[in-house]
C-alpha cells in the first residue's frame, strides 16, 4: 500500500500510521502554542513569553524574485513565521494522546529560509561572519534555529520532554550547524506562577541558558542553496520510545545520528490532567532579528502499537 501511495513511498513508517498530515488540506489540527491562563480566561495572565508565538499558516511559498513555488508536492506547506524581532519564535504543535507505550516516529519533509533583505545598503552583503561571494550568501547565517520536540506525560504525571533543535546559528550569529538537546526540562506555566522561573519576552521557551543546550552531532550543513528564496526540501526522520523515555535515533536526509544515550531530563514534580498526553511541536527561532521561517510540506506519525 505504502509503494502505491506517492504521498506515502517518500516515509518510512512504523507498523501503524497515526496521523498523516496533508498541508493542502489545511492546517490538520497544527495550531498555535499558547500559554496558560486563569480561571477568568484573562489572557493578560499569560506568561510574557508565551503570549506572541504566532500561529502557523498554510503557505503555498511565494517569494518576491520567483513568485509561487509550491510545496515538495502539492500547492500548500504549513508555514512556521517568526516576527523580526530578536529571540521571537514561532510554535505549531499537535495535541494527541497515547494508546499505549511503545516506539513513536515523527517524519516530515522540510525547509528553512531567512526573510529575503531588499534594498541597495552594501552593509546587507554581509552578516554574521558570511559576506556574498557569489555562492554563499548573508542570509544563511540569519536564520537561528528549528526545533522539533514532544511534550510526554504519563505513569501518574510524570512528564518531559524529547528535543531536537538544529542550531543553525549561535545567539551571536555565527554559524554553528549542529543538532543540540538540552539538559533541563522545559520552564511551565506553573514554574512561573510559582515564581521559580521568570522568562521575558524574546526568551527561549524551551531553555533559556544557552548552557544548557549541548552537541548531539558534529556540524551538519544543509542545503540552504546560496540565496532565501530557493527551495529545497530535507527528509527528517526521528524515533523516540515512549516505554523507555528516550530518543532512539534522527535521521537527516542521509545520516543518521544515534540518540539513546542523550538525556531526557524528567520533571520533578508530578503534573495532573496530562495523564497519557502525546504533544508534538515544531519550532523556529530568529537570532538575528530577520524573520525566519520553517515550512512542513507534510508530517507523518506511526507507532508500533
Request: glycine share 8%; charged share 20%.
Amino acid at each position: 500500500m505504502l509503494a502505491a501511495d506517492p504521498a506515502l513511498s517518500r516515509f518510512d513508517p512504523l507498523p501503524r500510521i497515526l496521523t498523516y498530515d496533508n498541508f493542502d488540506h489545511g492546517t490538520n489540527g497544527w495550531t498555535e502554542l499558547i500559554g496558560n491562563y486563569d480561571g477568568n480566561g484573562d489572557l493578560s495572565t499569560v506568561d510574557d513569553h508565551m503570549r506572541d508565538f504566532r500561529p502557523p499558516q498554510v503557505s503555498n511559498c511565494t517569494f518576491f524574485d520567483t513568485g509561487t513555488h509550491g510545496a515538495l508536492t502539492g500547492d500548500y506547506a504549513l508555514k512556521l513565521a517568526t516576527r523580526p524581532y530578536v529571540g521571537h519564535t514561532a510554535v505549531a504543535i499537535r495535541r494527541l494522546t497515547m494508546a499505549r507505550k511503545g516506539l513513536v516516529q515523527l517524519e516530515t519533509h522540510f525547509t528553512y529560509k531567512a526573510e529575503a533583505t531588499l534594498g541597495t545598503d552594501a552593509a546587507n552583503n554581509s552578516f554574521g561572519g558570511v559576506t556574498w561571494d557569489g555562492n554563499l550568501h548573508p542570509s544563511e547565517a540569519q536564520f537561528g534555529a528549528f526545533t522539533v520536540a514532544t511534550d510526554i506525560c504519563g505513569d501518574g504525571g510524570l512528564r518531559y520532554h524529547t528535543v531536537m533543535r538544529y542550531r543553525n546559528t549561535t545567539v551571536d550569529n555565527k554559524l554553528d550547524q549542529r543538532w543540540v538537546y538540552p539538559v533541563v526540562p522545559e520552564p511551565t506555566p506553573r514554574e512561573h506562577l510559582q515564581g521559580r522561573v521568570k522568562l521575558g519576552y524574546g526568551d527561549d521557551f524551551t531553555a533559556p541558558d544557552p548552557n544548557d543546550w549541548h552537541p548531539a552531532s558534529e556540524p551538519m550543513a544543509m542545503c540552504y542553496n546560496e540565496v532565501p528564496t530557493k527551495v529545497n526540501w530535507h527528509y527528517l526522520r526521528w524515533l523516540i520510545d515512549t516505554d523507555a523515555r528516550r530518543n532512539v535515533e534522527l535521521q537527516i536526509n542521509d545520516t543518521t545520528l544515534d540518540l539513546r544515550e542523550v538525556p531526557v531530563p524528567v520533571y520533578t514534580d508530578r503534573y495532573d490532567s496530562l495523564e497519557n498526553l502525546l504533544n508534538f511541536y515544531f519550532s523556529v527561532r530568529t537570532h538575528s532579528g530577520v524573520r525566519n521561517f520553517l515550512y512542513l510540506d507534510s508530517v507523518l506519525v506511526s507507532v508500533d502499537w
